[in-house]
């Protein structure tokens, strides 16, 4: 079992940054393959950016060049960097764990956290 718990969002204005923490329990975090996720107001929920237990990462394309993924094994910790941000970027962001290998499908991964909001003004 694993539980997740994202932090950072807030609200921010175009152009700027934020990083998002997703604090994850239990001993196994290395072998597990981390996701972040978002979902804006009336839109379904949607990939972002994931890494393997090996630290291969995948993008969204519409996030590719702005957003970095990365994970610190130590810390039981994911983080995504969010630069150059877009008031199209505005969702709840959540943290997502399956067992190893990448995913960027909703049904790909077992675990969710709470989300975090991430609004960004124009």
């Known amino acids: 079992q694993v539980q997740l718990v994202e932090s950072g969002g807030g609200l921010v204005q175009a152009g700027d940054s934020l990083r998002l923490s997703c604090a994850a329990s239990?001993?196994?975090?290395?072998?597990?393959?981390m996701g972040w996720f978002r979902q804006a107001p009336g839109k379904e929920r949607g990939f972002v950016a994931g890494?393997?237990?090996?630290?291969?990462?995948h993008y969204a394309d519409s996030v590719k060049g702005r957003f970095t993924i990365s994970r610190d094994n130590a810390k039981n910790t994911v983080y995504l960097q969010m630069n150059s941000l877009k008031p199209e970027d505005t969702a709840i962001y959540y943290c997502a764990a399956r067992p190893y290998g990448l995913g960027s499908l909703l049904h790909d991964y077992d675990y969710w956290g709470q989300g975090t909001q991430v609004t960004v003004s124009s």
């Open positions: 890494i393997s237990w090996s630290g291969n990462t």
């Open positions: 239990g001993r196994a975090f290395s072998t597990y393959a």
